[in-house]
Structures are given as structure tokens and as C-alpha cells.
T-cell receptor, first 107, second 117 residues
Framework: AQRVTQPEKLLSVFKGAPVELKCNYS??????LFWYVQYSRQRLQLLLR?????SIKGFTADLNKGETSFHLKKPFAQEEDSAMYYC?????????WGLGTSLAVNP | DAGITQSPRYKITETGRQVTLMCHQT?????MFWYRQDLGHGLRLIYY???????DKGEVPDGYVVSRSKTENFPLTLESATRSQTSVYFC????????????????FGPGTRLTVT
């Protein structure tokens, strides 16, 4: 079955600390994975996609097919990173979503 | 340059009433989606549409009806609202770009916060 798992509902870190939001997936085939972010009371927006291998707002995510993971990382968290983060897997023309991780960056 | 809009942004209704949430996009995207967002459940797909007059059920379609007579509009109707349908509803759209040539992305509207009393 195709599935996305985000094991942490809430992650709390201090400003300047490294942060890693975990995402594991189950998919038979070559996966296409995304991280979306939702700041407080705003719409969801794409943060990054694995095929672009880009760094957005200091965040990176590497696809590890062996571990079926796509963890989101940032070396030094900022208060403005506090938001809800969703990992998503493309399946045909739809996205399969994880339940999300709420990141709180404390001053 | 509105992109994707939703109306109303906030709605309070009573149990048993019919409610329609509107979604409009200006990009001529082929695909449109309706999600509900609930604490502990993340985003759940209600219905989606591949083109005008083509709709299909998502993960949680019961109690909802959709239509898509025009590419740009994708209204969601709660035929007889229940308290369990209190939620934040997001509409999204994506283009029909080939997966091999253009990056896939779903673009989201601002959401409608619906309360059923």
C-alpha cells in the first residue's frame, strides 16, 4: 500500500538548533516526494521537491530509497520556521499525505 | 492575478443545512482537489476532478457532492451538514503537465473554516 508516515506530531527545538522532520514512505516504483509547509492560518505551499535537489529557506531533504525516507533538515532553526510541515508522495495525479509535524522553534 | 480563491473564508451553519463552498482558479489547471484538514488527521482528500465534468471520490467523500461544469470552478456542497463536518476545507489545483517534463505541484487556496452547530 502507498503510504506516508510522519512519526512526530510535534517537534520542539530552540532557535539555532538543528532540526530534522522525519518522513517515511511506502511505494512500489520510483517515488516523487515533496515537503509542503503551512504557516499559521495561511495556505499550504510547496517547500521543496526531491527531484529538484534544492535548498529552500535553508531546508534540504534527501531521498533515501534504501531506508524509504525523505527527512527534512535544517542546520540552524529560526523562529520563523515554526509551522506545520507535511510530507507528500505523488501517486498518479494525486498526492498521498502524511499527517504532518508541527514544528515549534522556541527563542 | 488571483490564482486560486475560496469563498466564503468563514462559515457558520446549523446541522441539516445545505452549504456550498466555492473554489475558483485562474490558471486553467486541469486538476482540482478538495481536502479537509482536521487535527490529528492531517489532510484528507474528499473529491477531485481531472477536467470539466470529470470527478472522482477521494478518501472521505460521504456527505459531500461536487460538480465541475467549468474548468475554473469546483464547488463543494454539503447536502445536509453535520457537526463532524466542522473543519477547514482547502481547495487545490494542479496542471496536466507531463511528469517527465515539468515539475508537479498542487497549489492551494486560502481555506474555508466551516463550523456546523
Amino acid at each position: 500500500a502507498q503510504r506516508v508516515t510522519q512519526p512526530e506530531k510535534l517537534l520542539s527545538v530552540f532557535k539555532g538548533a538543528p532540526v530534522e522532520l522525519k518522513c517515511n514512505y511506502s511505494y512500489s516504483g520510483s517515488p516523487e516526494l515533496f515537503w509542503y509547509v503551512q504557516y499559521s492560518r495561511q495556505r499550504l505551499q510547496l517547500l521543496l521537491r526531491h527531484i529538484s535537489r534544492e535548498s529552500i529557506k535553508g531546508f534540504t531533504a534527501d531521498l533515501n530509497k534504501g531506508e524509504t525516507s525523505f527527512h527534512l533538515k535544517k542546520p540552524f532553526a529560526q523562529e520563523e520556521d515554526s509551522a506545520m510541515y507535511y510530507c507528500a508522495l505523488k501517486s498518479h495525479r494525486k498526492l498521498i499525505w502524511g499527517l504532518g509535524t508541527s514544528l515549534a522553534v522556541n527563542p | 492575478d488571483a490564482g486560486i480563491t475560496q469563498s466564503p473564508r468563514y462559515k457558520i451553519t446549523e446541522t441539516g443545512r445545505q452549504v456550498t463552498l466555492m473554489c475558483h482558479q485562474t490558471w486553467s489547471h486541469s486538476y482540482m482537489f478538495w481536502y479537509r484538514q482536521d487535527l490529528g488527521h492531517g489532510l484528507r482528500l474528499i473529491y477531485y476532478s481531472a477536467a470539466a465534468d470529470i470527478t472522482d471520490k477521494g478518501e472521505v467523500p460521504d456527505g459531500y457532492v461536487v460538480s465541475r461544469s467549468k474548468t475554473e470552478n469546483f464547488p463543494l456542497t454539503l447536502e445536509s451538514a453535520t457537526r463532524s463536518q466542522t473543519s477547514v476545507y482547502f481547495c487545490a489545483s494542479s496542471s496536466l503537465a507531463s511528469a517527465d517534463t515539468a515539475p508537479y505541484e498542487q497549489y492551494f487556496g486560502p481555506g474555508t473554516r466551516l463550523t456546523v452547530t
